[in-house]
């Protein structure tokens, strides 16, 4: 009998920090609404380019994929733009990117693509429906795309052949970022 009331407690808080977030402040809030694919997708690519990254570093990552998304030069919903990438088949017979020919490193770094830092992973999902909940191209909205329309960024210790051809917009932390 004590095993199922610790068994009941724990799917009592797993359910109740289900429900819960917290904003860029530290404050607990109820998640607003179910989530779905497309803020997923968003808030895989937040945690694990930038959960290392203060706040604005966090919401530049979303600019650029919103940015990609709106672009001609690239596929037209966030998880397309996340997960563009080289595809080969694998021993099993199933598709996998092909290590380092990815648009964001972590999705084709041979790594699992699961979170494991809750409380960043949370930051992720709240900063990803607030970028989705504003309509992001309208400066009326209240959110100012601080990449100023970036489509592509790197980190300070890479230097990709593509950084040469374009214009650099702003650094973040270890991020530069451009268009």
Not at 27 to 53: D, T
Not at 103 to 116: L, M
Not at 122 to 144: K, P, Y
């Amino acid at each position: 009998m004590p095993g199922n009331k610790m068994l009941r407690l724990k799917i009592l808080c797993f359910l109740i920090l289900s429900l819960i977030s917290t904003n860029s402040f530290g404050q607990w809030i109820i998640l607003r609404e179910e989530v779905n694919e497309e803020l997923l997708c968003m808030a895989k690519n937040i945690y694990f380019e930038s959960g290392n990254q203060p706040l604005a570093g966090k919401l530049a990552v979303g600019f650029v994929t919103i940015n990609r998304v709106v672009s001609s030069l690239f596929p037209e919903s966030i998880c397309d733009v996340i997960y563009q990438s080289e595809y080969y088949t694998n021993n099993i017979g199933e598709e996998a990117p092909v290590i380092g020919r990815c648009q964001f490193s972590w999705y084709c770094d041979g790594k699992s693509d699961k979170p494991t830092d809750s409380y960043t992973w949370l930051q992720a999902l709240e900063i990803s429906r607030e970028i989705l909940d504003f309509n992001v191209l309208d400066i009326t909205s209240g959110i100012i795309d601080i990449t100023e329309g970036s489509l592509w960024y790197h980190a300070d210790y890479a230097n990709p052949y593509w950084s040469q051809h374009l214009q650099k917009t702003v650094t973040i932390e270890n991020h530069i970022f451009y268009k």
